[in-house]
C-alpha cells in the first residue's frame, strides 16, 4: 500500500533511529561502567609470580588446544552460572614474552570468542608496586596490544596496584604507555588508582589521563566497620567525583566460610557483610561495573566458584546474588 503520510512518518522513525545509533556510538566509554559484569581469574599463586601467569585449571603443559578448551568450560560457567560478561586476566613479561603466550592466547580467545570482554593487567614480580623491567614490560605490551589492540572487547590495564610511584610518577608512566600505544582507544585503557589500587581522585584529575576509564580496588580487610553506611562513605572518598569512569575491578569477600550476604536486615553487624553490601549497592547507584576478586581461584576462600568437572560449581549462592545485585542484574 502507498501512503505518503505513512511513509513520511517511517522516515521520520527512520531517521530518529540512527539518530539514536549515532549518539550512542559517540557517547564517551566513561558514561557508565556498569557494562563490565566482570570476575578475576587467578593463578592459584596469586598472579604476582616471578615466571608464567598460569589461572587456576591450566597448566603449563597445555597445549593452545587444551587451554582453549579448559577456558570454554570456565568461561561458559562464569557466563551462567554467575552472569558475567568480562573475565579479568593477568599477564607478565616471562608469560608473553615467551612460548607460553601463544598458547595461553587460547584463554583470551575463548572469552572473546564467548562475547566476554576480557581485561589484561600486568602484575609486576618483585612486591615493590614499579615495573620490574621497563624494556621487558614494553616488549610485553607491544606484543599484547598487536594481538589484542584491533579487538574492541579488549581492555588493556597497564599495571596492577603500582603502589610503588608517587602520583606524579604514575601519571607520567601511564602517559609514556599512552604515547606508545596511541592506536589504542582512551576508552579501552584502564588506569589504575593510586596505591594498591586504592583511590582514583588523582588519576581522575590528571589532564594527560583524559578519556580513560580508571580501575579501583576496594576490600574489606582494609578497614574494620560493621556498618554499611561507614563502608559507604569509605568507598565514596576513593571515588571522589569519578565514578563514572571507574571500574572496581577487585572487589571480594570470603566465599567458603558461611556467611548470608543478601539479608538485608543482617548486612550490618558483620564486617564483611556490611563491605559487601555497601560496594554492590553503591555500585548499582551509581552504574559502575564490578570485576569481583576472584571468580575463580583455587586455594582462595574469596573464591565465587570452584571447579567442578569441565565446569564451575559455585561457593557461596547469596555471594553470587549479591555482586549480580550490584551489576545492575
Not at 149 to 154: E, I, M, P, Q
Not at 167 to 194: D, E, F, K, Q, Y
Not at 209 to 224: D, E, K, P, Q, R
Not at 268 to 277: H, I, K, P, R, S
Request: proline share 3%; hydrophobic share 40%.
Amino acid at each position: 500500500m502507498h501512503h505518503p503520510r505513512l511513509r513520511t512518518i517511517i522516515s521520520t522513525l527512520a531517521a530518529a533511529a540512527l539518530a539514536a545509533t549515532l549518539l550512542t556510538i559517540s557517547q564517551p566509554a566513561s558514561a557508565a561502567t556498569n557494562s563490565f559484569r566482570g570476575v578475576n581469574w587467578a593463578d592459584q599463586r596469586d598472579n604476582y609470580v616471578d615466571g608464567w601467569v598460569i589461572p587456576t585449571g591450566l597448566t603449563a603443559g597445555d597445549s593452545y588446544s587444551t587451554v582453549r578448551t579448559k577456558a570454554d568450560g570456565i568461561i561458559t560457567a562464569f557466563q551462567q552460572q554467575i552472569g558475567a560478561n568480562t573475565v579479568r586476566l593477568p599477564i607478565n613479561p616471562q608469560s608473553v614474552n615467551s612460548d607460553w603466550w601463544g598458547r595461553y592466547k587460547g584463554a583470551f580467545d575463548s572469552a572473546l570468542n564467548h562475547g566476554m570482554k576480557v581485561i589484561v593487567s600486568y602484575w609486576e614480580a618483585n612486591k615493590d608496586g614499579r615495573v620490574d623491567d621497563a624494556t621487558a614490560w614494553n616488549t610485553m605490551w607491544d606484543r599484547v596490544t598487536a594481538d589484542y589492540g584491533g579487538n574492541g572487547n579488549v581492555y588493556f590495564e597497564p599495571m596492577n596496584e603500582p603502589f610503588g610511584y608517587s602520583l606524579s610518577a604514575w601519571v607520567s608512566l601511564c602517559s609514556s604507555w599512552l604515547s606508545r600505544h596511541s592506536n589504542i582507544p582512551r576508552g579501552r585503557v584502564v588506569i589504575s588508582g593510586t596505591g594498591y589500587n586504592d583511590n582514583v581522585t588523582g588519576v581522575g584529575a590528571a589532564s594527560a589521563l583524559n578519556g580513560t576509564l580508571l580501575s579501583l580496588h576496594f576490600y574489606g580487610f582494609w578497614a574494620n566497620d560493621t556498618t554499611r553506611s561507614a563502608w559507604t562513605t569509605n568507598l565514596s572518598n576513593r571515588l571522589g567525583s569519578y565514578s563514572s569512569r571507574t571500574i572496581i575491578d577487585e572487589a571480594g569477600a570470603p566465599m567458603t566460610t558461611g556467611l548470608t550476604y543478601t539479608n538485608g536486615a543482617t548486612q550490618d553487624g558483620n564486617v564483611f557483610t556490611a563491605y559487601f553490601a555497601a560496594t554492590t549497592d553503591l555500585a548499582r547507584a551509581r552504574q559502575m561495573g564490578i570485576v569481583y576478586w576472584p571468580g575463580l581461584r583455587a586455594g582462595d576462600p574469596y573464591s565465587l566458584t570452584r571447579q567442578s568437572g569441565s565446569g564451575l560449581a559455585v561457593n557461596n549462592t547469596s555471594g553470587v546474588a549479591q555482586l549480580r545485585w550490584g551489576w545492575g542484574l
